[in-house]
């Protein structure tokens, strides 16, 4: 029921690029055409998604593998999904897409319908939630998922146009300074089992009240999902820009803007 995870990045030579049949068979914009770079950021999702590029190292995301993901909510519930999967990604619907070359500054807009779900863990034992449940501590060791309908998130990234060694330029995203907001415009349910207060089995009424109040839930709480959706999303952009030269989808000439 968490996000998170996938990290690796890739230093590719130009032979294994012009052997990619994907890469090759890219369509090329301008910078300055935002409907054909929304289309290309599209295409690379759904078309990489489910079977990755096995010439560039880069792995299939929907599914992606999961294992032992962890996130702290509120400092009150840290929960870990020890082994399981996300679905979801490569159907997202890129809404908008926006870059500017010269001041160096992106906007995306995407919505996306993510279902997590696998093994899980869950402890909880700070005097709060005592206070609340009135038990000794809430844990848990089972099956949970999480489905968020029509997540749509809107961000703001930092880039440049980056020059390397092989006197290739890549665009190169700085996603650790991205900006961004997001709205749960469907729905979010909720599922586990094997939830406990103390030694009483609560995971039946838990669960109703979370889906009975998931907008209270979601905006309370669901900023640590949705970080962990950030990272998983940004990772695998990451992996195919830190990948592919610029030249195999955008036909402007880069060198005036490039740099280490």
Not at 37 to 66: A, H
Not at 184 to 202: C, H, M, P, R, W
Request: with cysteine; glycine share 6%.
């Amino acid at each position: 029921m968490l996000f998170k995870s996938l990290a690796v990045l890739f230093t590719c030579n130009v032979l294994i690029f012009s052997e990619s049949a994907f890469v090759d068979s890219l369509p090329k914009c301008k910078l300055a055409d935002n409907e054909c770079m929304r289309d290309l950021y599209q295409t690379i999702i759904r078309d990489i998604g489910k079977t990755g590029i096995k010439e560039l190292n880069i792995p299939p995301v929907d599914p992606i593998q999961l294992r032992n993901v962890s996130v702290s909510i509120a400092n009150l519930l840290n929960i870990t999904l020890v082994e399981g999967v996300a679905k979801g990604i490569k159907d997202c619907v890129f809404n908008k897409f926006e870059i500017n070359i010269e001041n160096e500054k992106g906007s995306q807009e995407i919505t996306c319908d993510v279902t997590v779900k696998g093994h899980y863990k869950v402890l909880a034992s700070s005097p709060l939630i005592k206070n609340i449940l009135g038990g000794t501590t809430v844990h848990g060791d089972g099956n949970g998922k999480v489905k968020i309908e029509k997540l749509n998130m809107k961000f703001v990234f930092p880039f440049y146009a980056q020059k390397r060694d092989n006197g290739e330029i890549y665009i190169k995203c700085l996603y650790k300074d991205i900006d961004y907001d997001y709205d749960i415009k469907g729905k979010t349910t909720f599922f586990a089992d094997n939830l406990y207060l103390g030694n009483q089995e609560i995971s039946e009424p838990i669960i109703t009240f979370l889906n009975e109040n998931w907008k209270f839930v979601m905006s309370s709480f669901g900023q640590a999902f949705v970080d962990k959706a950030m990272e998983f999303y940004f990772t695998f952009a990451g992996n195919f820009f830190d990948a592919v030269p610029a030249r195999h989808y955008i036909s402007d000439d880069l060198s005036p803007y490039a740099r280490p």
